[in-house]
């Protein structure tokens, strides 16, 4: 209760239950006259004659906010009730500005579907995992059950490992880890510290980054305190005031504050972060990456990327696109440069296709989003289900489909199905707001486009065949025997491939690896660059090819175009020049173009590997393992040493890639 006053009460699942039944006698009586739930209230609880429900933010989901709803006007005698709407984000003030008539649309939208499956693996997981740890229970497992949890990496020699213990104990930990663990801690006046309500794993993942803004005390992190045995293990957060005066003092924050005035100045407006964060035109925004499961059932992590400062203007603008304008605001994001920490994961279904390198980032998030709101509006799924990420590795990108809890709908989705709803769907003015809903970073990129659904459902329809190939491939090729030469140096050919991965964009920095496969060896060159130069790990690769090109060799490649592209984002222009020089005189093979001439059909190189069962490592993988150096802030010093797991998955990956590829070429020889 707050102030002591019996009038005002806190309604939560912390509370114990004689507690909870005590507040929900006392409203119905009359004594509490205000009760702050998150969402323990609005499950079909009657706490008697509620005449109004204060909304602090819409809910995603129209289920949950009828849920809500349902609280007030339960008793005849109730003549009048109200409902208030406070928007709290982007999306709710958007839905709101558009007048009665599309928040009404909202309203009337089908409730969300509970996808519920007895083939959800998620259940099986959690039975197998339970009767392991119960000495009655474990005498009567069956042999599927135990292979099963050994498949995931769960169980070995009869006992589970340290993956399977820690499985056990953060099961469905998103949704019901304690809301504690953390402390948090708020800067005083005279530079003390007093202590705020702890918050837990998820809140420190998800909202209390350094530099994120904490809404709940109208303040910023300022700082995150390591413990732990390794120094690595957030112990606490620090909140300080949002006042232009503390936040200069901040080495990290001190550089957005100035780039915030400095935007702020040449808009016309004046700097002002408390007026500006009140008024809804200063939001943080923390980006998360998703590391998922490539194809089915498996273990996913989550963890915050970076953290940006979005400032909007004060004044708006006006759009027109052909006979529609949109009244707009101008935004700007800053990044803060400082790094980030914190991971959670759980098990779920996933699945992960290559797209084309000559596909845009932004459009590709695009078109995921207009997928997630064609599922909303035609399937009635919802929103928060079914979540995208997009990797990119280079010159190549890589879509991750998953469910943000698991649910089993994935692999029963029928996407030639999903392919019609997305031809035929004809979106209205209501799929502005989803869009804005799901992923500002899309709706963003949709203004761009100039509100163009016709280019957000070519996107949408790129992704979902991209997702169909690859079953149809494994059909075709999957029974199919083809037979092939055995790769060997006799077939004078040598594959090759190249990946490059940014890690400090202000300093010109990062790795690069170049692998060649001559039919018997295959050989990986993993460098540095800095300052977009690379180091001389690179004259080796390049003396090695020379050495095959003196010998009669033709070089492999697939898709000529983007590795030339990898090749110049590496800084490596003599290699780049050589391939360039070799395709002139017909000494370069082109892998994936020759595969368009005989099938038709452009196939990205994983989705073609995956078919043939030919591919252990994933780009998605480079991409997570990049995202959590980046993540860091790594140094020059870290970035020399070839940091190991990043260093790891990017030869692994491109040495499964040079023996792909010279396969796909005996392949495509015999079609």
């Not at 140096?489 to 001559?518: H, M, N």
Request: net charge neutral.
């Amino acid at each position: 209760r707050l102030g002591g006053s019996e009038a005002v009460a806190t309604h939560h699942h912390l509370l114990l239950k004689t507690q909870r039944q005590e507040i929900e006698e006392k409203a119905r009586s009359g004594v509490v006259k205000i009760i702050f739930t998150p969402r323990t209230l609005s499950q079909g609880i009657d706490i008697g004659e509620a005449r109004r429900v204060v909304h602090l933010g819409l809910p995603k989901n129209v289920r949950e906010f009828r849920q809500r709803e349902g609280r007030k006007g339960r008793r005849p005698e109730v003549e009048w009730t109200e409902t208030v709407v406070i928007p709290y984000s982007s999306w709710d003030r958007h839905l709101l500005s558009k007048g009665v008539d599309v928040f009404k649309k909202w309203l009337d939208l089908p409730l969300e579907k509970s996808v519920v499956s007895r083939d959800n693996l998620y259940g099986y997981l959690f039975k197998a995992l339970f009767s392991f740890q119960s000495p009655l229970m474990r005498s009567r497992m069956k042999k599927d059950e135990v292979l099963f949890l050994r498949s995931l990496g769960l169980e070995r020699d009869g006992a589970l490992t340290t993956l399977g213990k820690y499985a056990w104990l953060k099961m469905n930990f998103y949704e019901f880890a304690p809301p504690y663990g953390v402390k948090r801690w708020r800067v005083r006046d005279d530079g003390g510290l007093r202590n705020l309500e702890d918050i837990s794993h998820v809140d420190l993942v998800e909202k209390f980054q350094p530099g994120a803004i904490d809404p709940s005390s109208d303040g910023v992190v300022v700082e995150a305190k390591l413990g732990g045995s390794r120094g690595r293990v957030v112990t606490a957060v620090v909140v300080d005031d949002l006042r232009e005066s503390r936040l200069r003092r901040v080495d990290a924050l001190a550089p957005v504050l100035e780039e915030y005035e400095r935007t702020k100045l040449s808009w016309g407006e004046t700097p002002d972060l408390r007026r500006d964060y009140r008024t809804g035109r200063l939001q943080s925004l923390i980006h998360l990456v998703a590391h998922v499961p490539s194809n089915g059932f498996g273990y996913f992590t989550e963890f915050p990327n970076r953290v940006e400062w979005r400032i909007a203007s004060e004044k708006r603008q006006f759009l027109t696109f052909g006979e529609r304008t949109l009244v707009s605001r101008v935004y700007k994001t800053v990044e803060v440069p400082t790094p980030t920490y914190g991971v959670y994961g759980d098990y779920t279904y996933g699945l992960s296709v290559e797209a084309s390198p000559h596909d845009e980032q932004a459009f590709l998030r695009v078109g995921a989003c207009f997928l997630v709101i064609v599922f909303r509006r035609v399937y009635n799924i919802s929103v928060d289900l079914l979540k995208y990420d997009i990797h990119v590795v280079g010159e190549r990108k890589v879509v991750s489909l998953y469910e943000a809890e698991s649910a089993c709908l994935l692999p029963k989705v029928d996407w030639r199905d999903v392919h019609e709803k997305v031809s035929t769907y004809v979106p209205d003015v209501l799929d502005e707001v989803l869009m804005e809903q799901v992923d500002e970073q899309a709706y963003a990129s949709f203004i761009s486009l100039k509100l163009d659904w016709e280019a957000a459902r070519r996107h949408a329809l790129k992704i979902v065949e991209y997702v169909m190939l690859t079953e149809t491939l494994r059909v075709q090729l999957g029974p199919r025997v083809v037979e092939v030469v055995k790769p060997s140096k006799a077939l004078k050919a040598v594959s090759f491939s190249a990946i490059a991965v940014g890690l400090r964009d202000d300093l010109g920095a990062g790795l690069y690896s170049t692998a060649l496969f001559d039919g018997d060896e295959t050989r990986v060159f993993t460098g540095t660059t800095e300052f977009n130069q690379p180091d001389e790990e690179h004259n080796e690769a390049l003396s090695k090819l020379l050495s095959l090109i003196n010998q009669g060799f033709k070089v492999l490649v697939y898709d000529h175009a983007s590795v030339l592209k990898t090749l110049e984002k590496a800084g490596l222009t003599a290699v780049k020049a050589l391939l360039t020089g070799l395709n002139e005189v017909g000494k370069v093979v082109d892998v994936k173009h020759e595969l368009v001439k005989k099938t038709g059909v452009e196939i990205p190189l994983e989705t073609l590997e995956t078919s043939l069962n030919l591919k252990t490592a994933r780009l998605a993988d480079i991409a997570v393992s990049m995202d959590l150096v980046k993540r860091g802030r790594p140094g020059m010093r870290l970035i020399r040493s070839r940091p190991e797991r990043l260093r790891e998955v990017m030869e692994k990956t491109l040495a499964d890639e040079v023996r792909s590829i010279f396969i796909a070429w005996l392949v495509c020889e015999k079609i």
